[in-house]
């Protein structure tokens, strides 16, 4: 790991108005994501995580607070760089897959590379890559609908890897899994993390947890724990951190 910061924030917060009532769900989080770290986030239903992973994504702006994304501060981008953003340094894989029906998996993660700016050539070598990478090379050619979930995930991963993302978020990746399908992502995720690829889960499954080098729990938009392996790869459980947002934790993991 470089310890060079990918991903940082700064009292990040996104308040909603709700019949009069104000709805804290991220409320002034400090976060610093060294490079190559893996970060499981988790917490009760409605506490803020998938709220705070669609901050960090740029895919929601903040209410208040900055993002920064290396040397790009994001929360103040207009729409278009962020968009330009999004499509060349993100990579973001959701529950339920968000895959094209009408393309073929390859077509699917080719697709994402000819956005991102790749030659067709270079697109369909590195979809095929990708999907070698992740296991379905043998189900390049076949449409979503005839794979299984485990496998549409993985598509759904290699299309998010793409764009050699500087970060892959995650909103509950096995949350439509079965455990088979559960246990391939996850050896999937061990492998990226091995890789040194940087990388924010939303889970409520404490196995994804398991491979992460940090672990957050969120409570009412704050967080509530922020705990690192301790050691190195293979680590001997988790030692708390910082706790409350005050919250930069330098160093973590590997
Ligand atoms: N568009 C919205 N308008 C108003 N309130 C919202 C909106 N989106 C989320 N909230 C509220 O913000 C809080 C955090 O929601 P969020 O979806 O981030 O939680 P979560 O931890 O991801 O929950 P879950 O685990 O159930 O997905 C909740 O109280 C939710 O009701």
Redo the contacts with the bound molecule.
């Keep these: 790991m470089t310890g060079s910061t990918i991903l940082a924030a700064r009292a990040l917060t996104m308040r ?1 108005g ?1 019949d009069g009532a104000l ?1 804290r ?1 991220v409320d002034e989080i400090d976060l610093e994501v060294p490079a190559g770290q893996t970060v499981a986030v988790m ?1 009760p ?7 705070l992973l669609h901050l960090l994504g740029g895919l929601q702006r903040p209410t208040g607070g900055e993002i920064w994304l290396a040397d790009h501060r994001i929360d103040a981008m207009s729409e278009r760089a962020l968009a330009r953003l999004r499509r060349d340094h993100i990579g973001f894989v959701f529950q339920s897959f968000h895959l094209m029906d009408e393309l073929t998996a390859v077509e699917n993660v080719e697709l994402a590379a000819l956005l991102a700016g790749q030659s067709p050539r270079r697109a369909r070598r590195r979809a095929l890559h990708l999907l070698d990478r992740v296991g379905v090379a043998d189900r390049a050619g076949h449409l979503p609908s005839a794979l299984s979930g485990g496998q549409r995930q993985r598509v759904a991963i290699a299309r998010a890897l793409s764009n050699e993302p500087l970060i892959l978020l995650a909103d509950e990746p096995t949350g439509n899994l079965d455990s088979a399908a559960t246990v391939e992502v996850l050896r999937l995720f061990e492998e990226l993390r091995a890789a040194g690829q940087t990388l924010v889960v ?1 889970t409520h499954d404490a196995r994804i947890a398991a491979v992460a080098d940090r672990m957050i729990s969120m409570r009412d938009g704050a967080f509530a724990d922020d705990s690192r392996l301790v050691g190195s790869a293979g680590g001997t459980g988790y030692a708390t951190g910082t706790v409350y947002g005050s919250g930069t934790v330098y160093g973590g993991g590997r």
């Design positions: 909603y709700r709805v769900a917490g239903s409605g506490c803020g995580k998938s709220t939303v």
